[in-house]
């Protein structure tokens, strides 16, 4: 089993930045992935970044050149700059595990125009 622990949600205007968090505890060694996703209110959940156990990383078209993922299997942090209203969602941490995936409770960022 894996646990995670989202953290550095909030509120703030558009063009500022926020950087997300995600702690993994558990059976670590049984990860072999990490995502980013969000879901934005009565929208399907998306993907917006991931990595994986040996360090590679991608980032989503709609928000390449603003996200960046950076971390390891074990702790992962979202980098989020130029924020636009269109980035308010709950998100969310996943771990891709060999037993089950995981998720994490989620965290809130809202972007005021």
């Known amino acids: 089993q894996v646990q995670l622990v989202e953290s550095g949600g909030g509120l703030v205007p558009a063009g500022g930045s926020l950087r997300l968090s995600c702690a993994a505890s558990?059976?670590?060694?049984?990860?072999?992935?990490m995502r980013w996703y969000r879901q934005a209110p009565g929208e399907q959940r998306e993907m917006v970044a991931r990595m994986t156990r040996d360090g590679i990383t991608n980032v989503a078209d709609s928000v390449k050149g603003r996200f960046t993922i950076s971390g390891n299997i074990s702790h992962i942090d979202l980098q989020m700059n130029n924020l636009k209203p269109e980035d308010t969602a709950v998100y969310y941490c996943k771990a891709f595990a060999t037993a089950r995936d995981n998720w994490g409770q989620g965290t809130q960022v809202t972007v005021s125009p």
């Open positions: 558990g059976r670590l060694f049984s990860i072999y992935a």
